[in-house]
């Protein structure tokens, strides 16, 4: 609805009357942004942009390399250079806007070396370096999720990178794999160090790391579903020793700085540690028993992050805890009759189960923000 409509409803319904609608009205008009007018001079220039890309591209092989080199290194100083005077203006829009076009521009930079001198090499090797270069700056830097968003996801980027183009190294490469598995949980332990001064950096970090640390436990929960032998077993306790270190570090800052609720703290963190660990680090065959297990440990992660994030305040959170779960319970359906969903009848009952599950979650999410109403 737009903004005279719902003035007119609201009116209409007794909620404000004429004089604080022609207020709310003079108010909005007042600080009416061109979002038409920005969006089309954004076109354009992404027009602008594209075209002299594509230009440089076409007459890429006739330029010097010396001359690639030089105007990309002028572009990096001149966005290091602008990071610098927004930090000292204090204008954190163009230190921040600055910060990532330099982050950007020294990943690029890693990719023209290589082509200048025919380097080759894994993936790993060429984000390792942007990490190193680039952490400092935008940790100590960086204030808003745009920055903390681009980070987190290149150290995702590079752990993963660095783990599974060596998945099958052993030894101390086992350790390595723990990393990357870590990874989120980093994220998290690093939003609850004390960024008093700079709590949207410390939000975008908590955010990619719960957002990732749960899916992905979620998703190693299916590991119920096949067989995990001694051996197996074995090795997966070596990686996820670095894991647990770095949960329980997590766990430590959280109570020291107590950036977060703190009932939240545990089921975000340690729950699903404790999940990941039940699901590849005790030996079970395939069958039945193994995998009742896995959805009753699911559920009960999803169940106790489901308390503390309504308790914590934190809604979004709680319901995807029970979307997770009633999708839970969906796919158990399947998994007990799966002969039966191969059939209409099966697929009408699968329908309505979907259906029910869909509105049991509204109505649990509409009766709790009530309560907390």
């Known amino acids: 609805m737009s903004l005279e409509s719902k003035l007119e409803a609201w009116?209409?319904?007794?909620?404000?009357?004429a004089d604080a609608a022609a207020r709310i009205r003079t108010h909005e008009e007042a600080n009416d942004r061109p979002y038409v007018l920005w969006a089309i001079v954004g076109l354009g220039l992404f027009a602008l942009a594209l075209g002299l890309a594509l230009i440089v591209a076409a007459n890429w092989d006739v330029i010097a390399d010396w001359l690639k080199l030089g105007v990309h290194l002028a572009l990096t100083a001149a966005a290091a250079a602008a990071v610098w005077i927004g930090a000292v203006r204090g204008n954190r829009w163009l230190k921040e806007g600055a910060l990532f076009l330099l982050a950007a521009l020294v990943l690029a930079g890693i990719a023209l070396h290589s082509q200048?001198?025919?380097?080759?090499?894994?993936?790993?090797q060429a984000l390792v370096p942007w990490l190193i270069l680039m952490t400092p700056a935008m940790l100590v830097a960086g204030s808003t999720r745009l920055v903390a968003y681009g980070w987190a996801g290149m150290l995702l980027w590079t752990l993963a990178s660095l783990a599974l183009e060596n998945e099958h190294a052993a030894g101390l490469w086992y350790f390595v794999h723990g990393l990357a598995i870590a990874g989120p949980v980093i994220l998290i332990g690093l939003s609850l160090l004390p960024w008093r001064s700079r709590l949207s950096f410390a939000d975008g970090l908590r955010e990619v790391g719960v957002l990732i640390w749960l899916g992905g436990v979620s998703f190693a929960h299916f590991v119920w579903a096949g067989t995990v032998t001694s051996t197996e077993a074995g090795?997966?306790?070596?990686?996820?020793?670095?894991?647990?270190?770095?949960?329980?570090?997590a766990v430590w800052a959280g109570r020291r700085w107590r950036m977060i609720p703190q009932v939240m703290l545990l089921p975000a963190v340690a729950a699903p540690m404790a999940a990941l660990l039940l699901a590849t680090v005790?030996?079970?065959?395939?069958?039945w028993p193994a995998r009742l297990a896995g959805a009753f440990i699911y559920m009960a992660m999803w169940g106790v992050i489901a308390r503390a994030a309504i308790v914590s305040g934190w809604r979004a959170l709680f319901g995807v805890a029970i979307a997770a779960v009633g999708i839970r319970i969906f796919i158990i359906y399947f998994e007990l009759f799966g002969s039966l969903a191969t059939t209409g009848a099966g697929l009408i009952i699968g329908g309505v189960l979907l259906i029910a599950l869909a509105f049991g979650w509204r109505r649990v999410f509409a009766?709790?923000?009530r309560k907390r109403a």
């Open 235 to 249: 090795e997966m306790a070596v990686r996820l020793v670095v894991p647990v270190v770095i949960a329980a570090a």
């Open 367 to 369: 009766l709790v923000g």
């Open 11 to 17: 009116v209409a319904a007794g909620l404000i009357d």
């Open 282 to 287: 005790v030996p079970h065959a395939d069958g």
């Open 116 to 124: 200048v001198y025919q380097l080759t090499g894994p993936m790993w």
